[in-house]
C-alpha cells in the first residue's frame, strides 16, 4: 500500500482566498512525522510545516496550517490568503521514527493561483 | 539561506559518459546524507542514503554499479552516473541528515542524456 496519498493532481484557487491539499498516510507506527514540502518550478523543495504524531494542536506557520486528523490518518495543507507566488507543486510526506531518516513522498498536487 | 548546495545545477551529456553531481552541507558535518530522483511530473523517490565513511546504502531496484555514491567528507556527497543513457535523464536532488523537524534538500541538479 502507498504511505502517502495525494488525491488532487491539480488545484486551482482565487488569489486571496484559502485552499486545502489533501493528504492521507498509512503506517502502523506510532511515532511518525509529516511534512509538506513547496516545489517551485525552479525545482527547489522548500520546507513548509512539519507535524508529529504526538503533537496535540495543529501546526501553523504564518499563512501555512496543517490539518491534522490522527484518526483519519489524514494530513491536509491549508493555505490561507493564498497570493500568486504560492502556484507551485506541493509534496506531502512522511517519516516513521523507526526510520528517522527514510521520507515517503505523495504524488504531488498542481496548486494554481489565478488572479 | 541555502544550507545545501548542488553543483551542477544544469548538465548534458553525451550517451555512454559518465556524470558526477557534487551535493554539500554548507552549515552543518553531515554524517548521512541523501540522493533523490525525480522525473517530470512525478514525486521523489530516495534512490540511496550516502554514508561518511562507509558504503551507501541503496533503495530497492537501484543499480549500485550505475549510481555510484561517495561520501569521502562530513560535508560532500557525489553522485556518479556511470555510463549514462537517455532513461536516466532527470532530476536528482539531494538533502542532509536531518534534525527532528525536517529535511534540507538541495537545488536540484538537471540531468539530460542525449
Redesign the interface.
Known sequence: AQKITQTQPGMFVQEKEAVTLDCTYDTSDQSYGLFWYKQPSSGEMIFLIYQGSYDEQNATEGRYSLNFQKARKSANLVISASQLGDSAMYFCAMREDYNFNKFYFGSGTKLNVKP | GAVVSQHPSWVICKSGTSVKIECRSLDFQAT?M?WYR?FPK?????MA?SNEGSKATYEQGVEKDKFLINHASLTLSTLTVTSAHPEDSS?Y?C?R??G?????????T?LLVL
Open positions: 548521512t541523501f525525480q512525478q514525486s521523489l523517490m530516495l542514503t532530476f536532488i538533502s541528515g536531518t527532528k523537524e525536517t529535511q534540507y534538500f538541495g537545488p536540484g538537471r
